[in-house]
Nanobody
Framework: QVQLVESGGGLVQPGGPLRLSCAAS????????MAWYRQAPGKQREFVAG???????NYTVSVRGRLTNSRDNAKNTGYLKMNSLNPEDTAIYYC?????????????WGQGTQVTVSS
């Protein structure tokens, strides 16, 4: 059974960094792209960053230049290094495969990790 465990969130001051991790059990990410999503209070879940099985990353415009997506295929783990955080980055962050928005409600999600950016 697939399990996704996100970790590394916390309270950080504006401008500060965080590093999130996504540990997967099972073969969900083997040979597949991984992605990070986030859901802010009162907002829909949104795509943040993805990375192909070969390690090529892509980012949504609002985080480009501030976030770095990486993965360790041997450990079945993904990472999201976040710099220059601002209050608009406050959200619960999730990892998963690359999904269409229409699929968000029909797939398994981990518990996510809370990121709060506040002074």
């Amino acid at each position: 059974q697939v399990q996704l465990v996100e970790s590394g969130g916390g309270l950080v001051q504006p401008g500060g960094p965080l590093r999130l991790s996504c540990a997967a059990s099972g073969s969900i990410f083997i040979g597949k792209a991984m992605a990070w999503y986030r859901q802010a209070p009162g907002k829909q879940r949104e795509f943040v960053a993805g990375i192909t099985s070969g390690g090529v990353p892509n980012y949504t415009v609002s985080v480009r230049g501030r976030l770095t997506n990486s993965r360790d295929n041997a450990k079945n783990t993904g990472y999201l290094k976040m710099n220059s955080l601002n209050p608009e980055d406050t959200a619960i962050y999730y990892c998963n495969t690359v999904l269409l928005r229409a699929e968000y409600g029909s797939v398994y999600w981990g518990q996510g990790t809370q990121v709060t950016v506040s002074s």
